[in-house]
């Protein structure tokens, strides 16, 4: 259940500048409640969004503005508002705390209204790919766009990339893999199997006619091979 009860004065916009560019990762959020899932949807702050929050029977409004090319946040309530903070929990925070004379800090996320499913859910209605975030072992990845070429031979690959890149076949360690899988050998057992070494013929060669090898001399020429 949301925290706080927020309203939504202006959904904002997504640009891709902004949120598909090298900075998107700051325009991306969790829902407080899967940050302690495998696989993680992300949700938008929108450039210019609005947002109205009761708090104590007092409303805050946090907009969200452009810094740079990241987000940056400003906080009003009635007649205190804040300088523009890079994050949203300073922001909320310093005007909560000019209007109660506390030291409590609060959550931006939660007063923007991300705990809610039904506003994080209107803030992708019209997005034809969500970004989500995946961990493997240590590592959390996010995805923000995914993609094709029209290239079959490159199985669809975006251009600049070769298939040795691919697929890893310029790693040192795969071609060094590849080198050995590529070396002729065999072992002892496909010598003596496909009678590339004939122990009979040799014995022809070095002991006297009728003379019969015995299993333990037998077995030591085996063992030299």
Not at 58 to 65: E, P, S
Not at 207 to 212: D, L, R
Request: charged content about 20%; overall charge neutral.
């Amino acid at each position: 259940m949301p925290k706080y009860k927020v309203s939504i004065v202006f959904w904002g916009e997504i640009t891709r500048n902004l949120h598909y560019e090298p900075y998107a990762k700051a325009w991306w959020f969790a829902c407080p409640n899967d940050n302690n899932a495998t696989y993680i949807p992300l949700y938008s702050l929108c450039l210019r969004m609005k947002t109205i929050t009761i708090i104590n029977g007092r409303d805050f409004m946090i907009t969200v503005i452009q810094d740079n090319l990241e987000p940056g946040f400003l906080c009003q309530s009635e007649d205190l508002r804040s300088k523009p903070y890079k994050s949203s929990s300073e922001a909320i925070t310093s005007i909560y705390q000019l209007a109660f004379f506390t030291k409590t800090k609060l959550n931006g996320l939660l007063v923007i209204g991300f705990d809610n499913i039904e506003i994080c859910n209107s803030l992708i209605l019209d997005l034809y790919f969500q970004p989500f975030s995946f961990r493997i072992s240590n590592l959390n990845l996010s995805i923000f766009e995914i993609g094709i070429s029209d290239n079959p031979d490159w199985n669809f690959a975006s251009k600049g990339y070769k298939r040795n890149t691919l697929f890893g076949l310029e790693n040192e360690q795969t071609k060094s893999a590849i080198e050995k899988e590529q070396t002729s050998h065999c072992t002892v057992e496909d010598w003596q199997k496909n009678n590339i070494i004939e122990l009979i013929a040799k014995f022809e060669e070095i002991y006297p006619p009728n003379y019969i090898v015995k299993d333990r001399k037998l077995w030591a020429w085996k063992a030299l091979l």
